[in-house]
């Protein structure tokens, strides 16, 4: 079983990173950091297929696993991008358990024999997948419950805006939920809100390798005494 699967498994706090470019050299030199996952985004983001294969090999050199967000969960689609040799996949648009379980018996079909060491995290992100949670939770394959707090306030009625208190009490109530049955919680991080969601029990790490840019640009200005007029 690969590292990260088996860490999301033991819910050790493990860091998964949005590579934003599609650029292998960029993940060969992101996969020295230090980071567990990399995420090749195929949803929001706009690498190819043969991008999806260089950049996989470019974080398998340094024994990171590649996790591709695939754009949909149609049969075909999956099949495509399984078969890129690629560690696992992260799974989006999901209003239901029973959508979850047919995407992941599409994975087993595409890759047989390497299924059992694919990483499978499904989000959850819409009302009706967080009132579907308990049958998301009884699906046993899926390795993370990765919250897409944006989308969920989206859904909620509330443009995005995951800070909301209405929001935020039931990214609460799913994350508790999550734990509550020993599973790993995935949550979109920044700067100033890391520890609180990790005290709140998310143990997946997820960031855009942008915000890491932004964060060492900030610091090496710091560092180096630039005037504020110089600060995005």
């Not at 909620?156 to 939920?177: Q, W």
Request: glycine share 6%.
């Amino acid at each position: 079983m690969q590292a990260f699967k088996q860490k999301l498994r033991d819910r050790h706090t493990v860091s998964l990173i949005n590579a934003d470019h599609s650029c292998a050299g960029l993940v060969d030199f992101v996969c020295r950091l230090g980071i567990d996952a990399i995420m090749l985004d195929c949803e929001q983001g706009n690498p190819s297929f043969v991008d999806v294969e260089d950049m996989a090999r470019a974080a398998a050199l340094h024994g990171v696993s590649s996790i591709v967000r695939i754009p949909s969960v149609e049969p075909w689609t999956i099949e495509r991008y399984m078969m890129r040799r690629i560690d696992g996949v992260v799974i989006p648009r999901l209003d239901t358990a029973a959508q979850a379980e047919k995407a992941i018996a599409d994975i087993r079909y595409a890759v047989p024999a390497d299924f059992p060491d694919k990483t499978i995290i499904v989000q959850v992100e819409s009302v009706s997948a967080a009132r579907d949670l308990d049958n998301f939770l009884s699906i046993p394959e899926v390795d993370c419950f990765f919250i897409g707090a944006v989308d969920l306030a989206k859904s909620m009625g509330f443009s995005g805006n995951y800070g909301h208190p209405d929001v935020v009490a039931e990214l609460d109530r799913i994350i508790a939920r999550i734990v509550a049955k020993g599973r790993s919680v995935g949550f979109m991080v920044k700067e100033n809100d890391m520890k609180s969601w990790q005290d709140k029990g998310a143990s997946m790490l997820y960031a855009h390798v942008n915000d890491f840019l932004h964060m060492g640009a900030r610091q090496w200005r710091s560092l180096a005494g630039f005037a504020a007029e110089h600060k995005s």
